[in-house]
């Protein structure tokens, strides 16, 4: 009893080994691939979640080191009785007739000297790893913490810096070498004493041989396999993904989402199209392929990879970094106004100068076409229609919808962004764009499957494998974005193939199965392009990381083209399909696109969302009274009843006709009244474009003593009519053809009152103020 409590107490109280030293960062791809890594924070490459010891690796260490690992107690009583000898004969300890349990002790110890009493501890240690742990779990710390030479650590470190590769994939030549390598790595460090490290090589194997772990031919081969040489650098596949789970998992190993041949090729095709960028002194360009059924992220490339990276930002993560959004949310605006019956796909919109309180918006070719189907002003991002829609929308119903479909980033109240909420006055990052495209792409994706909504289908990209929010199951009855609105949104996406302004679009035009947007923010600063079908969302970004605008920087010149070529090697093939379960028929007018009123000529059905029946009703299709040759308007009070033809007319209000019919020559101006026919008020003749009724025209403070010159302009359906101007009843000019006249007017209240040689007038209040502070 005494004499096993003398041996059991110390081994009790001997040092259990830890291992408490900083480990690496280690990314992973999805196939287990290395994408990258960044070295432990004491310098050393140190690889965490070491799993499984390679059996070539564990045949050729207990060959080489420890051939009776399996059968000992942790120390074997015959190697240390011939180490003794031999020290004794060299008068000094040259071998530690170590076990492998023992060398772990000895690692975790920090490496003591060579000392006999440091031995015994690290045998009293190997005694009572022994008795708490498994053969297979020592062998794994040992494998996970020996020494292979300058700061690498642990096999998995090893077989990446020499081999470059996994150590799972290592042949009987490769495992050999590195067997005989943490024993004495400094002699043996590769790429120097190459002939000792082959020596011992060639020997071990021919000992696995005789051992009959490898056949003869193996042996031959093996023999012939050249030795590892220097360390070689480590993938670099996805620095920034790397970098940034060096900041948030720094020390883990991540097995990520990635796809290392897509990410191969997309990184490829964004360094190539970068080199074309660089010559316009566009400098970065990032982007992200995401997997629609899971949000798993295929391809991360956060920044491009020049050789002036450096000094042009290379190293920060374009995805993660927040950034004007130009037009690219504009599809939103159109999905949330079709659910909510506020717009029909092609409903004309106002497309005409517009002046808002500090903010007067202009289409990007500076140019009005009166009035453009919705569809249309969203694939050719119109940016006036754009304000105009989100006016009749609001910007508080909007913010609301970019919250409720996964945007974080939107995070002031509506006033700060006002109308300019749609054209870029908020900023998002490409990682939030392509998340809330995948979980739309999603949501569609799932009605056409199980004709239901799910709670969980809106949610963020997901990055690790395995490892996300898993989506719940739970039915969602009030989904941010329904089925059908994202359809027919994606459907006027699917026409984006005609950038306005751009030569080269034709380019574009052969992916005929992609909702595709760009957007371009104020002063060419940012350019995005945004593309999904029914299985993957590519987003891409280029411009300069400090935010340096460049002519030529927009969506469609800089961002597309890398678009593009990413679609090429995703292949699209399907696309998405019609919900038609939850879209209803609706019956529109042809031209304006509204629902069809009772006297619209030429009427369609169209499918539309059921929110689409409540929209409003063709307003533009008027009856109207002409007399019998049609070239004359007449009514009653002037002409008898039977001398009266009732015809329908297609009538634009005056500002919208203005620019309507320079762009469709086949617009018919309503005919003029017959001589004594009073008009119709009902039907105005004109209408102000500038100023726009109670507006507050802003002047800095220090100029408001003196007079403000403002250039008024009114639409006249008959632009031939003279006009009559006065300001506060006083009179100021005439206008023929072109309506326009120059106003000067100090602070304070104005009415502008327009006179035509007809008798019809109108006018227009407005006030010139000092800045609001
Ligand atoms: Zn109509």
Same mark, same amino acid.
């Given at each position: 009893?005494?004499?096993?409590?003398?041996?059991?107490?110390?081994?009790?109280?001997?040092?259990?080994?830890?291992?408490?030293?900083?480990?690496?960062?280690?990314?992973? &791809?999805?196939?287990?691939?290395?994408?990258?890594?960044?070295?432990?924070? @004491?310098?050393?490459?140190?690889?965490?979640?070491?799993?499984?010891?390679?059996?070539?690796?564990?045949?050729?260490?207990?060959?080489?080191?420890?051939?009776?690992?399996?059968?000992?107690?942790?120390?074997?009583?015959?190697?240390? *009785?011939?180490?003794?000898?031999?020290?004794?004969?060299?008068?000094?300890?040259?071998?530690?007739?170590?076990?492998?349990?023992?060398?772990?002790?000895?690692?975790?110890?920090?490496?003591?000297?060579?000392?006999?009493?440091?031995?015994?501890?690290?045998?009293?240690?190997?005694?009572?790893?022994?008795?708490?742990?498994?053969?297979?779990?020592?062998?794994?710390? #040992?494998? &996970?913490?020996?020494?292979?030479?300058?700061?690498?650590?642990?096999?998995?470190?090893?077989?990446?810096?020499?081999?470059?590769?996994?150590?799972? @994939?290592?042949?009987?030549?490769?495992?050999?070498?590195?067997?005989?390598?943490?024993?004495?790595?400094?002699?043996?460090?590769?790429?120097?004493?190459?002939?000792?490290?082959?020596?011992?090589?060639?020997?071990?194997?021919?000992?696995?041989?005789?051992?009959?772990?490898?056949?003869?031919?193996?042996?031959?081969?093996?023999?012939?396999?050249?030795?590892?040489?220097?360390?070689?650098?480590?993938?670099?596949?996805?620095?920034?993904?790397?970098?940034?789970? #060096?900041?948030?998992?720094?020390?883990?190993?991540?097995?990520?989402?990635?796809d290392?041949?897509i990410q191969?090729r997309a990184v490829e095709i964004v360094?190539a199209c970068q080199?074309d960028l660089?010559?316009?002194?566009i400098?970065n360009s990032a982007c992200i392929i995401i997997k629609v059924e899971t949000g798993e992220v295929l391809a991360y490339i956060g920044?491009s990879?020049?050789?002036?990276?450096?000094?042009?930002?290379?190293?920060?993560?374009i995805i993660?970094?927040?950034r004007s959004t130009g037009s690219i949310l504009k599809p939103v605006l159109f999905a949330g106004m079709q659910q909510?019956? @506020?717009l029909?796909p092609d409903?004309?919109v106002?497309?005409?100068?517009?002046?808002?309180?500090?903010?007067?918006?202009?289409n990007f070719d500076?140019?009005?076409?009166?009035?453009v189907p919705a569809s249309y002003a969203l694939s050719q991002s119109l940016n006036?229609p754009a $304000?105009?829609m989100l006016?009749?929308?609001?910007?508080?119903?909007l913010?609301?919808m970019f919250?409720?479909v996964g945007f974080?980033?939107?995070?002031?109240?509506?006033?700060?962004?006002?109308?300019?909420?749609i054209l870029g006055?908020g900023e998002t990052s490409l990682w939030e764009l392509t998340g809330v495209y995948a979980s739309l792409s999603r949501v569609l994706n799932?009605y056409n499957?199980?004709?239901?909504?799910?709670?969980?289908d809106y949610?963020p990209p997901?990055?690790?494998?395995?490892?996300?929010?898993?989506?719940?199951?739970?039915?969602?009855?009030?989904?941010p974005l329904n089925a059908s609105s994202i359809w027919l949104t994606y459907e006027a996406l699917k026409k984006v193939n005609r950038p306005e302004g751009e030569a080269g679009w034709q380019y574009f035009s052969s992916s005929p199965n992609l909702a595709w947007k760009t957007g371009t923010s104020f002063?060419f600063r940012d350019a995005w392009a945004v593309g999904t079908t029914p299985e993957y969302v590519i987003g891409v970004w280029a411009g300069?990381?400090?935010?340096?605008?460049?002519?030529g920087l927009t969506g469609i010149a800089a961002a597309a083209p890398i678009l593009f070529e990413l679609v090429n090697i995703m292949k699209p093939a399907e696309w998405f399909i019609e919900p038609?379960?939850?879209?209803?028929?609706?019956?529109?007018?042809?031209?304006?696109? *509204?629902?069809?009123?009772?006297?619209?000529?030429?009427?369609?059905?169209?499918p539309?969302?059921?929110? +689409?029946?409540?929209?409003?009703?063709?307003?533009?299709?008027?009856?109207?009274?002409?007399?019998?040759?049609?070239?004359?308007?007449?009514?009653?009070?002037?002409?008898?009843?039977?001398?009266?033809?009732?015809?329908?007319?297609?009538?634009?209000?005056?500002?919208?006709?203005?620019?309507?019919?320079?762009?469709?020559? @086949?617009?018919? $101006?309503?005919?003029?009244?017959?001589?004594?026919?009073?008009?119709?008020?009902?039907?105005?003749?004109?209408?102000?474009?500038?100023?726009?009724?109670?507006?507050?025209?802003?002047?800095?403070?220090?100029?408001? +003593?003196?007079?403000?010159?403002?250039?008024?302009?009114?639409?006249?359906?008959?632009?031939?009519?003279?006009?009559?101007?006065?300001?506060?009843?006083?009179?100021?000019?005439?206008?023929? *053809?072109?309506?326009?006249?120059?106003?000067?007017?100090?602070?304070?209240?104005?009415?502008?009152?327009?006179?035509?040689?007809?008798?019809?007038?109108?006018?227009?209040? *407005?006030?010139?103020?000092?800045?609001?502070?």
């Amino acid at each position: 009893m005494i004499a096993a409590g003398v041996v059991i107490t110390p081994v009790l109280l001997s040092p259990f080994p830890g291992f408490e030293a900083p480990l690496s960062t280690v990314v992973e &791809a999805r196939d287990g691939s290395l994408l990258g890594a960044r070295i432990a924070d @004491d310098g050393q490459w140190r690889f965490p979640g070491f799993e499984q010891v390679p059996e070539k690796f564990e045949k050729a260490l207990l060959t080489f080191e420890d051939r009776y690992f399996y059968i000992h107690p942790g120390i074997n009583p015959v190697a240390i *009785f011939r180490a003794m000898i031999q020290n004794i004969r060299a008068g000094e300890i040259v071998s530690g007739g170590s076990t492998i349990t023992m060398q772990v002790a000895r690692i975790s110890g920090g490496y003591r000297q060579r000392t006999y009493p440091g031995k015994i501890i690290e045998m009293l240690s190997a005694l009572k790893m022994e008795l708490f742990r498994s053969k297979k779990s020592i062998l794994k710390t #040992y494998s &996970a913490n020996a020494p292979f030479g300058g700061n690498i650590v642990g096999l998995e470190a090893a077989t990446w810096r020499y081999l470059g590769k996994s150590s799972a @994939d290592i042949t009987w030549a490769e495992a050999a070498a590195l067997a005989v390598l943490p024993n004495s790595p400094a002699l043996v460090f590769p790429g120097k004493n190459q002939e000792i490290l082959k020596t011992r090589r060639n020997d071990l194997l021919r000992k696995l041989f005789e051992r009959k772990f490898l056949d003869s031919i193996t042996l031959i081969l093996a023999l012939d396999e050249p030795l590892p040489g220097e360390p070689k650098p480590l993938p670099a596949k996805a620095p920034h993904l790397t970098d940034y789970f #060096y900041k948030y998992n720094k020390g883990e190993m991540i097995l990520s989402t990635i796809d290392p041949v897509i990410q191969e090729r997309a990184v490829e095709i964004v360094n190539a199209c970068q080199k074309d960028l660089s010559g316009n002194f566009i400098n970065n360009s990032a982007c992200i392929i995401i997997k629609v059924e899971t949000g798993e992220v295929l391809a991360y490339i956060g920044n491009s990879i020049t050789d002036d990276a450096e000094e042009h930002g290379g190293d920060v993560d374009i995805i993660r970094s927040l950034r004007s959004t130009g037009s690219i949310l504009k599809p939103v605006l159109f999905a949330g106004m079709q659910q909510s019956g @506020d717009l029909l796909p092609d409903m004309l919109v106002p497309d005409v100068p517009s002046r808002f309180p500090g903010f007067s918006p202009k289409n990007f070719d500076l140019s009005y076409s009166g009035a453009v189907p919705a569809s249309y002003a969203l694939s050719q991002s119109l940016n006036i229609p754009a $304000v105009r829609m989100l006016q009749k929308y609001t910007p508080e119903k909007l913010l609301d919808m970019f919250q409720n479909v996964g945007f974080t980033t939107f995070n002031k109240p509506a006033g700060h962004y006002g109308l300019s909420l749609i054209l870029g006055g908020g900023e998002t990052s490409l990682w939030e764009l392509t998340g809330v495209y995948a979980s739309l792409s999603r949501v569609l994706n799932r009605y056409n499957k199980e004709m239901k909504y799910s709670a969980g289908d809106y949610h963020p990209p997901l990055i690790v494998l395995n490892n996300g929010t898993i989506p719940e199951e739970a039915e969602d009855t009030d989904p941010p974005l329904n089925a059908s609105s994202i359809w027919l949104t994606y459907e006027a996406l699917k026409k984006v193939n005609r950038p306005e302004g751009e030569a080269g679009w034709q380019y574009f035009s052969s992916s005929p199965n992609l909702a595709w947007k760009t957007g371009t923010s104020f002063g060419f600063r940012d350019a995005w392009a945004v593309g999904t079908t029914p299985e993957y969302v590519i987003g891409v970004w280029a411009g300069n990381a400090d935010g340096e605008g460049r002519p030529g920087l927009t969506g469609i010149a800089a961002a597309a083209p890398i678009l593009f070529e990413l679609v090429n090697i995703m292949k699209p093939a399907e696309w998405f399909i019609e919900p038609a379960g939850e879209l209803t028929m609706i019956k529109t007018c042809s031209l304006s696109g *509204f629902r069809a009123g009772p006297d619209c000529p030429e009427t369609q059905e169209i499918p539309a969302c059921i929110n +689409g029946l409540r929209s409003e009703s063709c307003p533009w299709h008027k009856i109207i009274h002409l007399d019998k040759t049609g070239t004359m308007r007449v009514n009653a009070d002037c002409v008898p009843p039977a001398a009266i033809r009732n015809e329908v007319w297609f009538v634009l209000p005056p500002v919208m006709e203005y620019f309507y019919r320079q762009k469709h020559p @086949d617009y018919r $101006v309503l005919p003029p009244y017959a001589p004594g026919c009073a008009s119709d008020k009902s039907i105005p003749v004109m209408e102000f474009i500038y100023p726009a009724s109670g507006i507050k025209i802003f002047i800095p403070r220090d100029q408001t +003593g003196q007079p403000t010159r403002i250039i008024a302009e009114v639409a006249h359906r008959n632009p031939s009519r003279m006009i009559y101007w006065h300001l506060d009843e006083e009179y100021k000019g005439t206008t023929q *053809f072109t309506h326009q006249i120059e106003i000067l007017a100090n602070a304070g209240n104005h009415v502008i009152t327009v006179v035509d040689e007809e008798g019809n007038s109108i006018k227009c209040a *407005f006030s010139i103020t000092g800045r609001a502070d």
